[in-house]
């Protein structure tokens, strides 16, 4: 199995490969061709063929790629003849020399293990690039929300990238109850980085989606005719099911009527007991608007965010981490409340906001949080606790590191993929990213600038020409108002200046000319 996928994190593979994942590409072995070798684009069938001795993590990584199985060859022999033949050939005398190993470059030609006119059933590993073929495999790979199901593969396994021993036990003595007691045609699981705590139900249910998906493919494969694709690797909506779905989501809604009966499909095979929940929406009112989706996203790359109580955060992203500054705001405590009593429920809503905004924003790395000071410390601890509890409920693990006395928050958070902001947004071509342009003021005196330079080169042209100053609105206020004697002084250097006021002139921008 591919491993130069390796370093990345499997949920980033996941999502970057996502887009060129819909291509797939048909092979033709056989009947015409007299060697289906590498012009073809069949490079290496069974290169990949797993051991008992595979590397844990491995398959966890090559079964991202996992894109679509289809079957191969035009011909008469019926694809369920050839069914077992990829694990015999893997296991039979020829592969095994030297003790198989992947590394291992004398390995049989395909003509030695695959007879014209067979047919077979296989996974692309790696897309096409340019005039190189496919990678492909004829040991499949299935991915679910917890497990890798590898049909051809007696083998159990958990991530490498589950560090706990302990969890790591539980997790491979479940999955071998689980393979003991339900029904699997054949092969083995790998655990994967998101099977962390999880139950044996949970478990048990990926088991037999993925059973089910791998039996559909096969009954699929034995209906269709060689050269077609028989399964495909899951689209946006399902990978967003199949990863999120769970009972604390009261309804899943859809304003597509063919996409509703995709998903009540799907989840009918993923979490049966769920597909009640499926609504289709029928109104007028674009969903997004209607459930105020669209706001919350508009809202969720600004930088301030309003708390009911009055009060804001400022959301700061910088290259090395992320700020988050909470802020009373108007919020003063009615009457009797004493200050500490007002500030501590700022920080109460704060915390609770602020956890709501790291997973709407997706914000990652390391984040602080200045939260107002407090003086008591048992105010302290209440802040704390509830930013731990609401923390819970984050789906990406996050660490609290430190808590100091003037409440300021160190925290981690695991880094899945790009925040909202960075997804959406692209850095202001006004203001480079900086968030911040030239004052009016500080046009003015650059306008003054210009003036002196010009009224120079003039050299006291100045009474035959009219000067005209085309400018943003705001900087022409400046000059008449605050900025008067800035006016006087251009009009020193070059007359009389008709002044003309243009809101599509960038605010740092000036425009001279001379009639
Ligand atoms: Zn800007």
Redesign the pocket.
């Known amino acids: 199995m591919e491993s130069s996928l390796e370093p990345y994190d499997d949920a980033e593979a996941r999502l970057t490969d996502g887009g060129s994942r819909a291509e797939f590409a048909t092979r033709r072995g056989g009947r015409r061709r007299r060697r289906p070798t590498k012009t073809s684009g069949a490079e290496a069938t069974t290169e990949a063929a797993p051991t008992d001795e595979m590397p844990e993590a491995e398959p966890e990584v090559a079964s991202e790629p996992v894109v679509e199985e289809l079957a191969v060859a035009a011909s008469p022999v019926v694809s369920s003849a050839a069914k077992p033949a990829p694990r015999e050939r893997a296991r039979g005398g020829r592969s095994q020399r030297g003790g198989f190993s992947r590394r291992d470059r004398h390995q049989p030609t395909i003509t030695d293990l695959l007879r014209e006119g067979q047919e077979i059933l296989v996974q692309i590993a790696k897309e096409p690039i340019a005039k190189k073929g496919a990678r492909i495999t004829s040991h499949i790979a299935l991915p679910g929300r917890f497990l890798v199901y590898m049909p051809t593969v007696e083998h159990v396994g958990v991530s490498r990238k589950i560090e706990s021993d302990s969890e790591r036990q539980r997790l491979r003595k479940l999955i071998t109850l689980i393979r003991g007691t339900e029904d699997i045609p054949s092969g083995g699981f790998i655990v994967r980085t998101a099977g962390v705590g999880i139950s044996e139900a949970d478990l048990r249910e990926d088991v037999r989606y993925l059973v089910r998906t791998w039996l559909d493919i096969r009954a699929t494969a034995e209906k269709t005719k060689p050269a077609t694709m028989v399964h495909k690797d899951l689209d946006l909506v399902q990978r967003i099911l199949r990863d999120q779905l769970s009972d604390d989501f009261a309804a899943i809604r859809v304003d597509s009527e063919e996409e509703y009966e995709n998903i009540v499909e799907f989840i009918n095979r993923i979490q049966p007991r769920l597909v009640k929940r499926v609504k289709l929406y029928t109104r007028d009112r674009p969903i997004l608007e209607a459930y105020g989706v669209q706001a919350e996203i508009d809202k969720a790359i600004k930088p301030r965010v309003w708390l009911k109580s009055g009060g804001y955060l400022v959301i700061n992203q910088t290259e090395a981490l992320v700020a988050i500054d909470v802020n009373t705001g108007k919020f003063v405590g009615r009457g009797s409340g004493r200050l500490e009593d007002t500030i501590t429920r700022t920080n109460l809503e704060a915390v609770e906001e602020i956890v709501r905004q790291i997973r709407l924003r997706d914000l990652g790395g390391i984040i602080v949080l200045d939260l107002i000071d407090m003086e008591e410390r048992r105010n302290r601890q209440k802040v704390m606790q509830t930013l731990q509890d609401a923390l819970r409920n984050d789906k990406s693990p996050t660490k609290v590191l430190s808590f100091n006395d003037f409440g300021l928050v160190i925290m981690t958070r695991k880094r899945v993929k790009q925040s909202l902001e960075r997804t959406l947004c692209a850095p202001?071509q006004?203001?480079?990213?900086?968030?911040?342009?030239k004052s009016p003021q500080t046009v003015c005196y650059e306008l003054l600038e210009e003036a002196r330079t010009l009224g120079k080169a003039m050299n006291g042209d100045k009474a035959n020409k009219q000067a005209t100053l085309r400018i943003h609105p705001e900087v022409a206020k400046a000059l008449r108002s605050s900025e008067r004697d800035v006016l006087n002084e251009i009009e020193e250097y070059l007359g009389p200046v008709d002044i003309n006021s243009d809101p599509m002139v960038h605010q740092e921008q000036f425009d001279f000319a001379f009639i």
Do not use: D, H
Request: with cysteine.
């Open positions: 202001c006004y203001c480079q990213g900086a968030g911040l342009i």
